[in-house]
């Protein structure tokens, strides 16, 4: 039956060898240099894919989670373990894979199908699905290098469902795209695994999660640790994320961190209207973000955002030193920045916050996602007893109210409590 996927114990490791000048060390006193150690990206994970099912897979960046679909398109071979793919398998792993450069992405489209066993005709014939679903115009004709990463996006993505592969892998490269092609590929990949294909979807946007899949595998540090319906998934990861506890969080060597930053973050402190640290913050109340940061050379000209998320993931208000009257931080050594808020603007409720650092022109320097998890605790906001409830909405705000005889303004004529009945 086609569009299976079987994994059995599955593991993967990557040898980690020692710095240079110790591998120099141990080679004169142990007559060898070949000494490393194992790194684990993937631990006995068992996992099976049902023809026409959709599987989303979530975990914390450095979880394993591309490591898995490298190994399932056997881009990497497993250390251990057995796998089983049935059907032709179309990947949108990293940016680049699959593609060359030098091309134009009209002949990328005839070399992908061709490599999917696909006819020169019948790669033609849908062409101009792959180029309307695109939409990158004329540099359909031009080399790949002249693409920017959202238009390589948009290709890949419409070759990679266009051609009809029976098993269709998916990983956090569509985050790349604008909001609107984002939900355009989200409603693609529901119709592809409505016809019957078979859907792996990598992805941190936990709502898509939801609405797409049917079941959901969640990954910690390369174990399987939940198999099984979406939204328990996500409560479940989620739950696994919080380590608010003390409102206090060494970044230095966050899971979160996004790959190839520099770690310039070192300690994130949430603060209480009482000057305390805190995991759990007053509806209203003023509170403050401590960031401790670290360089050992000079670096300036830096901006530090702070966004603020709830439990789906989505982004609620940033704070930034560009978007107040701070101007470009110079780091040299370590320094304690803190970002102050009059009142705190959140309902009761779960949030995380999440922090990024980035030199003046935007280039980015350090992230991480999802940094601390706290609580956000009802108080007494309106002044009048009644407790701000999360059924009311995320924000809370102050408002005034004014009651006036509008009737002869609005040319309305009186109405009898009679007619209204």
């Known amino acids: 039956m086609t569009g299976r996927i079987a994994l059995s114990g599955i593991g993967k490791a990557y040898r980690q060898y020692r710095a240079p000048r110790d591998r120099l060390v141990e080679w004169i006193s142990m007559g060898s240099i070949h000494r490393h150690r194992s790194r684990w990206a993937l631990r006995d994970v068992s996992l099976e894919l049902r023809p026409g099912e959709a599987v989303g897979v979530i975990g914390a960046n450095g979880a394993g989670k591309s490591t898995l679909l490298k190994v399932i398109t056997g881009t990497t071979r497993p250390t251990a373990g057995h796998l089983s793919v049935v ?83 998916v990983d956090e490269v569509l985050a790349v795209g604008d909001h609107a092609f984002q939900r355009k590929c989200l409603g693609k990949l529901d119709q592809v695994s409505r016809s019957g294909r078979t859907v792996l979807f990598v992805s941190h946007n936990m709502p ?61 402190r949430l603060i209480d209207a009482n000057g305390q640290t805190s995991g759990g913050l007053r509806c209203g109340d003023p509170c403050a973000i401590e960031l401790l940061v670290r360089s050992d050379r000079p670096v300036n000209n830096l901006h530090f955002r702070i966004g603020v998320e709830d439990a789906s993931r989505t982004r609620l208000f940033t704070v930034a030193t560009d978007l107040s009257d701070t101007g470009p931080v110079p780091i040299d050594g370590l320094r304690r920045l803190t970002c102050s808020l009059d009142s705190l603007p959140l309902a009761p409720g779960q949030y995380s916050a999440s922090v990024d650092v980035s030199a003046l022109r935007g280039h980015p320097v350090d992230a991480v996602d999802h940094a601390v998890w706290f609580d956000v605790i009802a108080a007494d906001f309106y002044g009048n007893g009644k407790m701000p409830d999360s059924d009311w909405g995320q924000f809370v705000a102050r408002s005034r109210w004014e009651v006036a005889d509008a009737e002869e303004e609005a040319g309305i004529p009186s109405a009898s409590m009679g007619a209204m009945t």
């Open 87 to 169: 059907g032709r398998v179309a990947a949108l792993l990293e940016l680049g894979i699959g593609f060359h450069a030098d091309v134009s992405g009209r002949d990328n489209v005839l070399i992908a199908g061709q490599l999917l066993g696909f006819s020169t005709a019948e790669i033609a014939a849908r062409m101009a699905d792959i180029e309307a679903f695109a939409e990158i115009g004329e540099y359909l004709d031009m080399p790949l290098r002249t693409y920017s990463s959202g238009m390589h996006v948009r290709l890949a993505f419409a070759v990679a469902c266009h051609l009809e592969p029976e098993i269709l892998l």
């Open 208 to 268: 898509a999660v939801a609405n797409l899949c049917q079941r959901v595998a969640v990954l910690e540090r390369g174990r399987l640790t939940y198999l099984g319906e979406c939204r328990r998934g996500v409560a479940h990861y989620l739950d696994g994320q919080r380590e608010a506890g003390a409102g206090e969080v060494d970044l230095s060597q966050h899971a979160n961190r996004r790959p190839g930053c520099q770690p310039i973050l070192q300690r994130l």
